[in-house]
């Protein structure tokens, strides 16, 4: 028996499958990440239109039976393009950048909805505001990072817990007083307005971190706990927006 499925998401990624299909791999509310195959997307006339295509919000439905793996896609509504982001390239490399970090640390099939909150949010203000874009794909995967229990711990010193901050330690998961700091060997020194700067990203809106551009200190910080504590996080795309 087949059982009938809908989902609300965005499309992570579309890939060529055999002649005639694809498979999308779309990050949804209901389901967390899920791939799809789309019988039939490649002929002139199909069904699914420009549904399928990367940064596309759908509304779909898709079933599986025991014989089918992945999912088949029966039918799929575009609710947004988001054509504003893409016509400028600037908010299209940050908005790549943010899908390909969903679809490489999400795990299939486990539901996050925050995460699809927060993912709908940086699209819908990269197609609304201008500033810069790679603050406000740094703020999501930062973000993205603290809503599956990785988040930093940016108030007092990790170690002695001192209100006091000299440097932020990747390794530690956050900042170092000044007696602490020869005790860290990978911490790097901040001051008052780069703290300033990592808290906006981690705490503000995307419309604030849009306003805000992001100084390479705080890119660096942010990429190097990144790496140390989120698995797979290696990323193609980020070698487009400057870092």
């Known amino acids: ?19 005639t299909s ?13 791939v799809l195959k789309a019988k039939g997307a490649r002929r002139p006339k199909s069904r699914f239109g420009a549904a399928l295509e990367v940064l ?3 509304r779909v439905i898709f079933y599986k039976s025991e014989r089918h793996t992945p999912y088949i896609m029966s039918d799929a509504e575009i609710l947004d393009d988001f054509a504003e982001l893409r016509a400028v390239p600037a908010r299209l490399r940050a908005a790549l950048v943010a899908l390909e970090f969903t679809d490489r640390v999400f795990e ?3 539901p996050n909805p925050p995460v699809f909150r927060l993912l709908n949010s940086l699209l819908v203000a990269l197609a609304t505001h201008d500033g810069d874009s790679a603050a406000a794909a740094f703020a999501y995967m930062f973000q993205s ?19 006091k901050a000299a440097a932020f330690s990747a390794r530690r998961g956050g900042l ?41 200190e705080v890119r660096a910080l942010v990429l190097a706990f990144l790496r140390f504590h989120v698995e797979r996080f290696e990323l193609k795309s980020l070698r487009f927006i400057g870092t």
Request: aromatic share 8%; hydrophobic share 40%; net charge positive.
């Open 22 to 34: 694809r498979l999308v791999t779309f990050f949804t509310r209901e389901h967390g990440k899920l």
């Open 176 to 216: 170092v007083c000044g007696r602490c700091v020869g005790l860290e060997t990978d911490a790097l020194r901040v001051n008052a307005a780069l703290l300033k700067r990592l808290r906006l990203l981690y705490y503000g809106s995307f419309e604030q971190n849009l306003r805000h551009a992001l100084p390479p």
């Open 1 to 19: 028996m087949s059982r009938i499925l809908r989902a609300e998401g965005v499309v992570l990624r579309s890939t060529l499958w055999r002649e």
């Open 108 to 110: 299939a099939e486990d």
């Open 145 to 163: 990072a603290g809503l599956v229990g990785y988040g930093p711990q940016l108030s007092h010193c990790i170690s002695c817990h001192r209100p």
């Open 56 to 58: 596309t919000r759908d």
